[in-house]
């Protein structure tokens, strides 16, 4: 199995900048694609980017241009954001899938308010 972790959220202003951090553990040499998703209260989970082994990237378009996810390894994966705006605010989880099988961190809060 593959363990997350993320850490990182917080309170900033609008157009300013966060880093957040997912530690990875387990069963690492499993992972196919690692990623970040975000959830606001009574909306459906939202995926915002995927990076794969190569290092080949995906972003959703709301945050093209303003996120950027890199990674060394699977150990640990960044998502830095910047130029955010109020509609970022959620909390953000770290995914990992494995064949086809999601594993979840518990997610941090980002709230971007003035």
């Known amino acids: 199995q593959v363990q997350l972790v993320e850490s990182g959220g917080g309170l900033v202003q609008p157009g300013g900048s966060l880093r957040l951090s997912c530690a990875a553990s387990?069963?690492?040499?499993?992972?196919?694609?690692m990623g970040w998703y975000r959830q606001s209260p009574g909306k459906e989970r939202e995926w915002v980017v995927t990076?794969?082994?190569?290092?080949?990237t995906n972003y959703a378009d709301s945050v093209k241009g303003r996120f950027t996810i890199s990674k060394v390894d699977w150990k640990t994966v960044y998502l830095q954001m910047n130029s955010l705006k109020p509609e970022d605010t959620a909390v953000y989880f770290c995914?990992?899938?494995?064949?086809?099988?999601?594993?979840w961190g518990q997610g941090t809060q980002v709230t971007v308010s003035s």
């Open positions: 995914n990992a899938k494995v064949q086809g099988k999601n594993y």
């Open positions: 387990g069963s690492i040499f499993r992972i196919n694609t």
């Open positions: 990076i794969m082994n190569s290092g080949t």
